[in-house]
């Protein structure tokens, strides 16, 4: 059996480098990973093939950055004829970026059998690009392997035939404990930043609707400045995030400390130790969970509803910088621990799972 996988972002990287590990180890089934290069910086992409020892990609297209539909419709064609070529029984995919809409519209438009890994994630904001993305290579999907209870029923609300829906658990709840003895022997962060554990805040940002609007960033940078004056703020920063800020005319005052991207080991390390965490990315919500880290998300909803009815997350819409600093004040100072930690996002086999569904077909 041959299953092309299509990756290209940095949190694909992550989800795929358990699961491929996992494919390669089914009798008779071969992965053909194509790298479609939305994310090419080295520490947003080589950095992970190096440190978590994913295969290397077999094709990369080198499609880069653009438009969305530009950079879709790239991907699209090169995705097509990469297919053609190899002849797959599926097409894998992960997650909500324009590397997931192409290898599932191309895939689609061939007939070959999409899966779909954390299927079912709903904003309910099709402002977002990642919603519109979601929600259109759910329905063209053949297997979707859903991460969490919602999940499921999102994808059942939306008329998905039950049969096509498989509750695997998180393919990253599956890295996080893979890779936890790595992170701890291999970074040496901590020591390189002066930072104590749990004497700091770690935040980032890189949605679009933070990033392309000014008010809402010039609102989550100040509350960080101002928190700074008081905490170590730790921000590992999204290229999209530096070039928006650059635009801005906005410069960080002395206390915040704006760091390149760092690597997923690093990462681990970061988020394991922070008193506190401020973020927009989906990922970073759920992996402040698995650390116990209190989560504040810098959006009006996520996808990730667990969190926040568990108490480990609290929404913070930033449209006001006074207002969101002492939300993150607050937090920081008066954060009280669920009593209750429940097992939301499996049990660490999702990956495996994910692997038997598509030998077994
Ligand atoms: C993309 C995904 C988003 C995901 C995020 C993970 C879409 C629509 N968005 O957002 O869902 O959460 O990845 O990080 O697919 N850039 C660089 N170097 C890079 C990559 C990007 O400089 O290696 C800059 C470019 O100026 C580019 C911008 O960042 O235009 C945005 O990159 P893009 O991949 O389009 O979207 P992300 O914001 O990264
Ligand atoms: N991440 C990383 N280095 C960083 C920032 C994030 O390794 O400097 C990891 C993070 O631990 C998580 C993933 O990247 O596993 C999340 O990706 P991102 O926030 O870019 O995208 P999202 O999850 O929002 O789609």
């Not at 922070?274 to 990315?281: E, F, G, H, N, Q």
Request: net charge positive; charged share 25%.
């Amino acid at each position: 059996m041959k299953i092309v996988t299509v990756i290209g972002a940095r949190p694909q990287f992550i989800k795929a480098a358990t699961v491929s590990r996992a494919l390669r180890l089914m009798p008779g089934l071969r992965e053909i990973l194509v790298h479609t290069g939305q994310h090419y910086d080295r520490n947003m992409s080589d950095i992970f093939f190096d440190e978590l020892e994913i295969p290397r990609p077999d094709i990369h297209l080198g499609i880069g950055s653009g438009s969305h539909g530009a950079q879709t419709g790239q991907m699209l064609e090169a995705i097509e004829r990469t297919i053609l070529k190899h002849d797959p029984q599926w097409v894998l995919v992960y997650g909500d970026t324009n590397s997931t809409l192409a290898g599932a519209l191309a895939a689609a438009k061939l007939n070959v059998a999409i899966a779909h890994v954390e299927a079912g994630l709903r904003s309910f904001n099709r402002a977002m690009p990642e919603e519109v993305n979601r929600v259109l290579t759910d329905h063209v999907s053949n297997l979707l392997f859903a991460p969490t209870k919602t999940a499921v029923e999102n994808l059942s609300h939306e008329g998905i035939d039950k049969r096509r829906v498989m509750r695997v658990g998180d393919v990253m709840f599956d890295a996080a404990l893979f890779y936890a003895k790595k992170a701890a022997k291999m970074s040496k962060i901590l020591a390189r930043l002066a930072l104590e554990p749990g004497s700091y805040v770690l935040a980032t940002i890189h949605r679009a609707e933070n990033t392309d609007d000014a008010t809402r960033l010039r609102a989550i940078f100040d509350a960080l400045e101002k928190l700074s004056r008081e905490v170590h703020v730790v921000v590992p920063i999204h290229p999209r995030t530096r070039k928006a800020l650059s635009k801005l005319g906005w410069r960080a005052g002395k206390g915040l400390r704006l760091i390149d991207p760092v690597g997923y080991l690093d990462m681990v390390m970061l988020e394991k130790h922070a008193r506190v965490i401020a973020t927009d990315s989906g990922g970073v919500q759920k992996e402040a969970f698995f650390y116990r880290v209190p989560c504040v998300t810098l959006r009006t909803e996520t996808e990730w509803v667990e969190l926040v009815e568990a108490g480990w997350n609290t929404l913070a819409p930033p449209t006001d910088s006074a207002r969101l600093y002492r939300r993150l004040r607050r937090i920081l100072i008066n954060f009280r621990r669920p009593r209750s930690s429940p097992a939301l996002y499996g049990t660490g086999d999702a990956s495996v799972r994910i692997a038997r569904h598509l030998h077994n077909r």
